[in-house]
């Protein structure tokens, strides 16, 4: 070891008298850049330590600041990207949601979803009869379900309690639609 003060002394002026430290740094840096090298500047080179410094000195004075506005600016924007992730996640409507449930079926704005074709045999006359609610036989449960769900989205209330009654007890879609069914009681009473 060279002629200055032991890794205690350093220890003990870098942390209670910092600028003594900066003054014995500074003179080691030109008088004996060995023992500068192998003493004083891990000192300055370990950021925990210049972090944790509150005195000024050469290199390591502003590292609790740095460290105190980037804790705040990461506490910040974790604040805002959860602000974010509430505001838009609580903004969907039902009707959205509806038309998400429905987006991937074919729902037409008319009282036709399937059309069924009258042979001539059976009629004496082609033609094509819609789908509606004096002929149900051709709609399925989900179909009925899908066009309720529709109809509500669109507060028609009778229309879509109808197609929501045309769904069996059997039918998988059962226990939802009379979900539904209570559901338009309640926006019919409030007038949503």
Known sequence: MAGGPSKQELEMYWQN???????????????DPEYYREFIKP????????????N???TGGGGGKVMVIAVFLLVLIGALSAGLFFILGS???VIEKVEEITSDKNVSE??????????RE????TEESPV????PEVLSAEDNYIIGA?????????KAAWHLKQIKKEDKRYKEAQQLLESIKYLKKYNK
């Open 17 to 31: 008298s910092r600028q003594y430290f900066d003054e014995l740094a500074r003179h080691y840096q030109t008088a």
């Open 43 to 54: 000192f300055y080179n370990n950021p925990f330590r210049s972090a944790g410094s509150g």
């Open 56 to 58: 000024t000195g050469r």
């Open 91 to 93: 903004s969907e409507t």
């Open 110 to 119: 008319q009282k036709t979803t399937k059309e069924k074709k009258i042979t």
């Open 122 to 125: 059976e009629s004496g006359v």
């Open 132 to 135: 509606t609610e004096e002929n």
């Open 150 to 158: 529709k109809y509500i989205a669109e507060k028609k209330y009778d």
